[in-house]
T-cell receptor, first 114, second 111 residues
Framework: NAGVTQTPKFQVLKTGQSMTLQCAQDMNHEYMSWYRQDPGMGLRLIHYSVGAGITDQGEVPNGYNVSRSTTEDFPLRLLSAAPSQTSVYFC?????????????FGQGTRLTVV | GQQLNQSPQSMFIQEGEDVSMNCTSSSIFNTWLWYKQDPGEGPVLLIALYKAGELTSNGRLTAQFGTTRKDSFLNISASIPSDVGIYFCAVRLSGTYKYIFGTGTRLKVLA
């Protein structure tokens, strides 16, 4: 009954540090994605994957890397954190993107870069 | 880049009132989605629309895919306090798995 699990829920980084945001889903979904949510800007797509070994860039990919070695996991790596990356990050998964009931978001990771 | 404009940005309504909000774009899209986000949570898909002119309901929620394929509307009937949250529209870029989200309509219901 886990759905999409994101860890950590909160994180504070210093400028220049690197870290990995974890995302795991237990629904055998092929499609997974990462979004960032900033005040007044809605959600913006960072990277997405349509299956293990396949990833592509979204709207705001700079400063982030992803890989998809398994169907279940889709980690997001911040290479060198910057204050502009302070945001709430959401991972989502879907078996058929856009289909009612098939898209699930995690609870988010609140990241602050100081 | 492509943008979705949602209006109103925020609204206060009395419990029991009907609510209307819309989402417009300067480009044509073939898939329109409506999500709700509760405080501290991720968005939850409410309604998906795939055909111009389509009208789809989900309980007290009704959404329509505009005939020009450049807009969509969401109506909530007989609002209740748990309707509070942010409502986002989203579209899928044709031929891709990329989605664009609107900036959201923040709904507050006064009991």
């Amino acid at each position: 009954n886990a759905g999409v699990t994101q860890t950590p829920k909160f994180q504070v980084l210093k400028t220049g540090q690197s870290m990995t945001l974890q995302c795991a889903q237990d629904m055998n979904h092929e499609y997974m994605s990462w979004y960032r949510q900033d005040p007044g800007m809605g959600l913006r797509l960072i990277h997405y994957s349509v299956g293990a070994g396949i990833t592509d860039q979204g709207e705001v990919p700079n400063g982030y890397n992803v890989s998809r070695s398994t169907t279940e996991d889709f980690p997001l790596r911040l290479l060198s954190a910057a204050p502009s990356q302070t945001s709430v990050y959401f991972c989502a998964s879907s078996s058929n993107p856009g289909t009612r009931g098939d898209t699930f978001f995690g609870q988010g990771t609140r990241l602050t870069v100081v | 880049g492509q943008q979705l404009n949602q209006s109103p940005q925020s609204m206060f309504i009395q419990e029991g009132e009907d609510v209307s909000m819309n989402c417009t774009s300067s480009s044509i899209f073939n898939t329109w989605l409506w999500y709700k986000q509760d405080p501290g949570e991720g968005p939850v898909l409410l309604i998906a629309l795939y055909k111009a002119g389509e009208l789809t309901s989900n309980g007290r929620l009704t959404a329509q895919f505009g005939t020009t394929r450049k807009d969509s509307f969401l109506n909530i009937s007989a609002s209740i306090p748990s309707d509070v949250g942010i409502y986002f529209c989203a579209v899928r870029l044709s031929g891709t798995y990329k989605y664009i989200f609107g900036t959201g309509t923040r709904l507050k219901v006064l009991a």
